[in-house]
Structures are given as C-alpha cells and as structure tokens.
C-alpha cells in the first residue's frame, strides 16, 4: 500500500463513529432483490423512493442491476457517469448524482459489479469517503439489485439495514425468491426482511402467496417474514414504463399508485415505532466489505 493510499485509509478508519457535528443520522440503508427478474424490482424501488420524498424523507436512489440502466430508462434519461465514477476522485458527486421527479437522487448503474471490487486502495477509500458523506446527506438509500444474488451483490446486500423481497404470485417466481432469501440468511440471520407481493390479480391471491412463503421461511430457516405490502398487476404501470414516466407520477390515481401509497404509509408507521432506530450498520460493514 503506498503512503497516500495509507493515509485516506486511515482517515476513513478513524471517522467510523464520528457523525458530523449536527449529528445527523446515517441514511437507512434498503436493498431490493428478488429471485427472478422481470418481477417489478425497478418500478417498485423508483415509485417506493418518489413516495418516500413525497413525504418529506430525503432519498437516493442507487441503480445497482449493472448493465441494465432500469432506472435511467424509466425516466427517459441517459447518464453520463454511474456508480462506477464514485471511485474516482476528478469526477464531483454533483456530477454522478442525478435529480429525479419530487426532488429525489439518482446514481445510474454502471458496468461490472465486480469491478468495484477489484478496485485499488486510493479508490476504494475514495468510494467510502464519498459514500460516507452521503450517507448523511440522505435519509434512505435504496439498493435496486440486480435479479437473483451474485457473490458480489450479495456483499453490498448484507452491508444494508433491511431487504425488501419482491416476487409475483407465480411459482417461478416464489420458488427464485424462497431461494434469493434462504441464501442471503446463510449468510445473515439477522438481516431482516420485508416482503413486497407485486402485480397480484387480487388481495386475495396476494395474501396467499404472502403466507406460503411465510410458512415455508418459518418451517425451513426458522425466520419470520414480515409482508409489507402487495401492488396489484395495473395496466397503468407497463404504460408509464412505455411513456418512460413512473406510474405514480403519471398515474397517480391508478391501482398499482394508491397500493404503493399504502405501502409507504405502513412501513413509516412501522418504522417510527420501531425501537430499533438507525444503526450504523451501513458504512460500517461496507468499510469491513473494502478492508
Ligand atoms: N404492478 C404491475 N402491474 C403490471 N405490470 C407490471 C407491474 N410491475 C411491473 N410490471 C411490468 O413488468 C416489467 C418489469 O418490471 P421491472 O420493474 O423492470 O422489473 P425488475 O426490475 O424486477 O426486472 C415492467 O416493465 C412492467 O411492464
Ligand atoms: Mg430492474
């Protein structure tokens, strides 16, 4: 390691528990994954974060399915720079951090995954250096991954405070997502989940699907599955997607919009009388992820 490297490193290492002086909070971190793709993955973390900001919490928005540009094309955009500048030190975060619709952040997938992890000393302290101070910036930090769970994502994955599990009532879909869980809790029994039931033809159907992969969760892993929500499947939501607008912007009245309201509304109240408050989880495990 050559000095300089040493020198960000060690100044990294030595801010671990030193929030600035307003004492403002890490931002909670979510990752949101699902066994298969195609389930609704980037249409539920996009219209989930424009509620959140809806409502007054400060988001950012990571597009993590590298390659994919999810986010960039459900907002009509092309971005020049990803997560992938983060490392880099001549480019600003002004310049990586898009703006979207209610005001919310942005940061576009980049290429490899793995890439980032494979990165020198100099620039991963970089990474962590700029993260950190987003971190604080930010009240949530949602993590849009890519389908099903890779060596490297599962590492960013394990960093967050929580997961939202996204499937469809399909049994393709529920058996890719019973297995994204079962592999993601070998590694961390403690990271809890939030299950999120998308494009169900009915509530009922929604709740039956929820309690399956309840019950299977608890007679296999002995894990509780808290389900957070369903949206139901909404013709309004594959027209925003071709309009390249979010469904609750352009339809906000529609089925799948009042749903996702809903939702929001339930994980707040959750979330505020929940007692355990922002850890400081996040920068913390990636920092050991980057050791
Ligand atoms: N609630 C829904 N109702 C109807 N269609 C949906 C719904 N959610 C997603 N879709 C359709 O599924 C497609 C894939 O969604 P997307 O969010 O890109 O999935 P993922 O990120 O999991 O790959 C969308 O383009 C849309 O056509
Ligand atoms: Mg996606």
């Known amino acids: 390691m050559n000095d300089q490297a040493k020198m960000l490193r060690e100044q990294v290492i030595q801010s ?11 931002a909670r971190a979510i990752a949101v994954v699902s066994g298969k793709g195609g389930v609704g993955k980037s249409n539920f973390s996009l219209n ?17 399915d590298i390659g994919m540009a999810n986010i960039d ?19 600003s975060m002004e310049q990586i951090i898009q703006r979207g619709p209610e005001g919310i952040s942005y940061i576009a997938g980049g290429s490899g995954l793995r890439d980032i992890f494979q990165f ?3 620039k991963r302290s970089h990474f962590l250096t700029q993260l950190q101070a987003l971190s604080y910036q930010y009240d949530y930090i949602l993590l849009d991954m890519g389908a099903g769970i890779t060596t490297e994502s599962l590492q960013l994955v394990l960093s967050c405070n929580e997961v939202f599990l996204v499937t469809t009532c399909e049994p393709t879909a529920m058996t890719d997502a019973y297995s994204a869980l079962k592999f993601i809790h070998n590694h961390d029994q403690s990271i809890p989940f939030q299950l999120i039931i998308n494009r169900a033809i009915n509530a009922k159907h929604a709740k ?3 309690v399956r992969l309840q019950s299977v969760t608890q007679q296999f892993l002995k894990k509780g599955l808290s389900h957070l929500g369903s949206l139901p499947d909404d013709k309004y939501v594959s027209k925003a997607v071709m309009e390249q607008t979010p469904f609750t912007i352009k339809y906000p009245s529609c089925q799948a919009s009042r749903a996702i ?3 929001t509304g339930s994980y707040l109240i959750e979330r505020n009388s929940s007692v355990t408050k922002n850890t400081y989880t996040f920068m913390t495990k990636l920092r050991e992820l980057f050791r």
């Open 208 to 210: 039956n699907t929820a």
């Open 261 to 263: 309201k809903e939702l």
């Open 16 to 26: 671990k528990y030193k929030p600035p002086s307003t004492f403002k909070k890490e």
């Open 120 to 122: 020198d000393e100099q």
């Open 48 to 64: 989930f974060s424009l509620n959140l900001q809806k409502r007054g919490y400060k988001v950012l928005l990571f597009d993590m």
């Open 73 to 91: 094309i459900l907002l009509g955009n092309t971005q020049r720079y990803n997560i992938i500048h983060l490392f880099e030190s001549d480019i």
